[in-house]
């Protein structure tokens, strides 16, 4: 008989016992890879909010050096100068000072 073929006793014990490494692996596997992708996703929604925020930012100054006052309210850059975002996703903080100051502007992702 072949020594390379092996023989399993009656109730399977050595097949179950040949299986717990590859299946501990497995599993291993898989949590590495599901803490992946919400590393990856969690990644994605930070860059998705400083993207907002930066495009608010850029409009705002547009708008002052098109205009020579900066906008009253996010309302107005909507309307005026093309900025679109999920309202229900994220919540953006527009207070302004005074025309001529640069407002505070913070974009805040309320999904998370």
């Known amino acids: 008989m ?6 399993f006793d009656k109730n399977g014990d050595s097949f179950w016992k040949s299986l717990i490494l590859p299946v501990l ?3 291993c596997l898989l949590l590495f890879l599901y803490a992946g992708i ?6 994605s929604d930070e860059e ?3 993207i907002l925020q930066n495009a608010v930012l850029r409009a705002t100054v547009q708008c ?3 205009e020579g006052m900066y906008p009253p309210n ?3 850059l909507e309307d005026n100068y093309g900025v679109i975002y999920d309202h229900e996703r994220f919540i953006v903080h527009y207070e302004v000072f005074a025309g001529n100051i640069l407002p505070d502007i913070t974009v805040i992702d309320s999904s998370m």
């Open 25 to 27: 692996i497995f599993l």
């Open 38 to 43: 919400g590393n990856a996703s969690a990644a």
């Open 64 to 66: 002052y050096a098109i």
């Open 2 to 7: 072949n020594s390379r073929i092996k023989t």
């Open 48 to 50: 998705s909010r400083l």
């Open 74 to 76: 996010i309302n107005y």
